[in-house]
């Protein structure tokens, strides 16, 4: 039979068994959930990544110079100026 002051330190003893059970179980479900956040936001910011390249591949495209001159003559009907049609302003 167990005296006072030995089944105090086993209960003790199985308390902090119990409660260091439970504190793994927690923040091994935390860890997870934290990671599972990650690979989300990673996912996002790749996505996000490929976009903002589509995104630059059609800025580049709208503002070449040979789209902007073939605009600027189909439907502006401008053309590049002959020698003698340049002008040369002084200030």
Not at 33 to 51: D, F, K, P, S
Request: hydrophobic residues 45%; proline residues 1%.
């Amino acid at each position: 039979m167990l005296v006072g002051a030995e089944f105090y330190r086993l209960t003790l003893l199985w308390l902090a068994v119990v409660l260091s059970a439970v504190a793994v179980a927690y923040y091994s479900h935390s860890c997870r959930q934290t990671y599972g956040q990650l690979t989300a936001m990673e996912r996002e910011a790749n996505r996000l990544q490929v976009e903002y390249g589509r995104y630059l591949l059609e800025q580049s495209a709208w503002g070449s110079l040979q789209r902007v001159e073939s605009m600027a003559m189909d439907r502006l009907g401008m053309h590049i100026p002959k020698a003698n049609e340049i002008v040369m302003v002084k200030q």
